[in-house]
């Protein structure tokens, strides 16, 4: 992508909503995968009844790139920083499987974007809710298998409900404006009683932005971790992402510029704390490469607790 398509794309822009993502890629540079998250615990699915999860994030870029990886626009900036309450009910359990029901708001408190200095710059901020994410079943198991040993397994497949603010004449906006189907399966691994695996895979089908008559493509997104455990409680792990567009982006029926395929791939530290009835953890990931989107870093700190006056469950964390 060259200068020029470079700047028509964040110009005709940038809607950044959902979260806790503040990820970007696709129109405008907008994805609802919350690419980063599912690496703490990623197979457990919380219970028993209700648990309060929150994930709070913050996105910092200072640069868009083209399709080769190379700095697309020289001044631009962007920073979002976003709170997303989740309540999860599980309701039943059929052997081995356990059934829940979950919803999530984000919250966006600040989302700024800059493209270019001084008095002509282009600028915007907002904040608000963003779209509403709810998954009507969830299925999670346990068991064990040879060599990886214990293992958690949660299929989840939630929609992203276009709830939040949206004006196309915006650079930013809270809301995508548009529906997503966005499964997904997570697998936590313990080999042993103190090493941990874990991976969380996330595909995405947008329908069309009605506004616009933008069609955004397929996605796809693995989390993974990796981690020890140096105290009975506190577990050290190397967490990232990989995240890739796999089909074009489409306007008005047309492929749009060169397909807006994004990609990027992230490392970053991540600590895990048990508790009684839950866990938090601190991560940062750092996006080592991004093609086709803004290349920056975020800051995690995300925590589950159990509502529940019943028995703790084994391993219990957070998603």
């Known amino acids: 992508m060259r200068y020029a398509d ?20 696709s129109e405008r540079n907008s994805s609802n995968i919350p690419v980063g998250l599912g690496t703490v615990v990623s197979g457990i699915s919380p219970g028993p009844d209700f648990t309060y999860l929150q994930y709070n994030t913050v996105y910092s870029a200072d640069r868009i790139n083209d399709s080769d990886g190379d700095k697309a626009l020289p001044d631009f900036k962007l920073n979002a920083a976003v709170v997303t309450p989740r309540l999860d009910f ?14 999530a708001q984000p919250i966006l408190l600040k989302l700024n974007a800059r493209v270019g200095k001084g008095a002509g710059a282009i600028r915007d901020s907002h904040s608000g809710f963003g779209d509403t994410i709810i998954s009507p079943i969830t299925l999670g198991l346990q068991g064990n298998v040879p060599v990886l040993g214990h293992y958690l397994l949660t299929i989840d497949p939630l929609f992203n409900i276009p709830t939040g603010a949206y004006d196309n004449r915006r650079l930013v906006n809270p809301g995508s404006n548009r529906w997503t189907f966005q499964p997904f399966v997570g697998v936590t691994f313990f080999p042993t009683q103190k090493l941990s695996l874990n991976m969380q895979m ?6 069309r932005n009605k506004e616009t008559n933008y069609k955004t493509g397929d996605e796809i997104d693995v989390d993974f971790a990796s981690g020890y455990k140096i105290k009975s409680n506190v577990t050290v792990e190397l967490n990232g992402y990989y995240y890739k567009q796999l089909s074009d982006d489409r306007q008005n029926g047309m492929r749009y510029l060169n397909g807006n395929r994004g990609e990027a791939f992230a490392l970053g530290p991540q600590v895990f704390v ?29 925590w589950a607790v159990n509502l529940s006056s019943g028995q703790k469950r084994p391993e219990s964390g957070q998603q």
Do not use: D
């Open 90 to 103: 599980a309701w039943a359990h059929i052997g081995e499987v356990q059934l829940s029901t979950w919803a």
């Open 202 to 207: 996330n595909y995405a089908y947008n329908w």
């Open 274 to 302: 048990q508790t009684k009835r839950g866990g938090f953890a601190l991560k940062y990931q750092k996006e080592v490469v991004a093609y086709n989107r803004p290349q920056g870093s975020r800051l995690w700190i995300q």
């Open 6 to 25: 470079s700047v028509a794309t964040l110009i005709a822009i940038m809607s950044v909503g959902i979260a806790p993502k503040a990820a970007f890629a």
